[in-house]
């Protein structure tokens, strides 16, 4: 089936770091969502992008779209601790898919 | 009220019981899906209700039945389960899910065990 692929799988960083996810898909997609889920917690909506190239900002965070709609990226800046947990893209194309995810670890 | 609610918080099952979990919405959402998480992977998607009408299966054994009696609420029910079924539950909804690709409110999911 379906398979949306994020590297890294695990990233530690320290405090103030950047950090980058990115997801990769097969498929050309028609639009693609982030979501965020803290440890022991469920996932939170994040954002959702829908153009080709777009690019989206939410204070620290930088989302961006592939100009072949294939992939996207998460892009912290300066990383804190409360940005700790695991970000997924999920996408609709076919089927809902979520990618494997990347886990995100902040030591202060 | 952005808020899903999911009961029970912690579910614990012998193999040969019948048990439901139960996930409420008030945001006036037309549809609600049932995920399935294992640890350290990604949900994947079980059930779509969309207008109160079941639209997805993705194939799920018939142990698990869902139901959607009204449109704020979802159930699953779970009998003769296996221990591989063991899980984090989560329940979604969107305002709608023919033709779209809507933002999905989560709720807080249920952890169930499978003995």
């Known amino acids: 089936g379906q398979q949306v692929m994020q590297i890294p799988q695990y990233q530690h960083v320290q405090e103030g770091e950047d950090f980058t996810t990115y997801c990769n898909s097969s498929t050309t997609l028609s639009n693609i969502q982030w979501y965020k889920q803290r440890p022991g917690g469920h996932p939170v909506f994040l954002i959702q992008l829908v153009k080709s190239g777009e690019v989206k900002k939410q204070k620290r965070l930088t989302f961006q779209f592939g100009e072949a709609k294939k992939n996207s990226s998460l892009h912290i800046t300066a990383t804190q601790t409360t940005d700790v947990g695991t970000y997924f893209c999920?996408?609709?194309?076919?089927?809902?898919?979520f990618g494997t995810g990347t886990r995100l670890l902040v030591s202060p | 009220d952005t808020e899903v609610t999911q009961t029970p918080k912690h579910l614990v099952m012998g193999m040969t019981n019948k048990k439901s979990l139960k996930c409420e919405q008030h945001m006036g959402h037309r549809a609600m899906y049932w995920y399935k998480q294992k640890a350290k992977k990604p949900p994947e998607l079980m059930f779509v209700y969309s207008y109160e009408k079941l639209s997805i299966n993705e194939s799920v054994p018939s142990r698990f039945s869902p139901e959607c009696p009204n449109s704020s609420l979802l159930n699953l029910h779970l009998h003769a389960l296996q221990p591989e079924d063991s899980a984090l539950y989560l329940c979604?909804?969107?305002?709608?899910?023919?033709?779209?690709?809507?933002?999905?409110?989560f709720g807080p999911g249920t952890r169930l065990l499978v003995l």
């Open positions: 979604a909804s969107s305002q709608e899910a023919a033709g779209g690709f809507e933002t999905q409110y």
């Open positions: 999920l996408i609709g194309f076919q089927k809902l898919v």
